[in-house]
């Protein structure tokens, strides 16, 4: 059966992180079993894991890259064709659809978390949303990647 990743990190990473990334992903997939990649759309840390995963995915073909959001918006629905090329698929958590608007990135924050085997991890500081995940990540016994 495939495994799945997803990630959670800083808004503000550094580019500098894009190889790292590359090279963590290129590993999961060819030692770990990993072909779902699960990403968010909040900020350059998830950018740079999306565009890390499509490079991936030049060379091995099976690579899904999913881009999980909480609730449908207007950016994505008006530019329905750039995910549609950019993304394997697009995915909205029935949780975090239903969800309260103030709760419902976290939601499918855990969401993505309880569907993974892997998280990739940029942390630097113990609060916001991605350390939150990363916590959530811990306490449910994640297998966690530490950039």
């Known amino acids: 059966m495939s495994k ?4 959670a990190g800083h808004s503000t990473a550094p580019d500098t992180l894009k190889s790292e990334l590359i090279t963590v992903v290129t590993d999961l997939v060819d030692n770990k079993g990993v072909s779902t990649f699960y990403v968010g759309n909040h900020g350059r840390f998830d950018a740079m894991s999306a565009s890390a995963v499509r490079t991936v995915k030049q060379s091995h073909k099976d690579v899904k890259l999913i881009l999980v959001v909480p609730k449908m918006n207007s950016t994505i629905e008006n530019h329905k064709d750039y995910y549609a090329d950019m993304y394997d698929e697009l995915l909205i958590p029935a949780e975090s659809d239903a969800a309260h608007y103030k709760a419902m990135i976290t939601v499918r924050n855990k969401w993505m978390v309880e569907n993974s085997d892997y998280i990739i991890t940029y942390i630097r500081r113990e609060h916001g949303g991605a350390y939150n ?6 306490k449910e016994n994640i297998e966690i990647i530490y950039l």
């Open 133 to 138: 995940t990363y916590k959530y990540a811990e």
């Open 4 to 7: 799945c990743c997803t990630f």
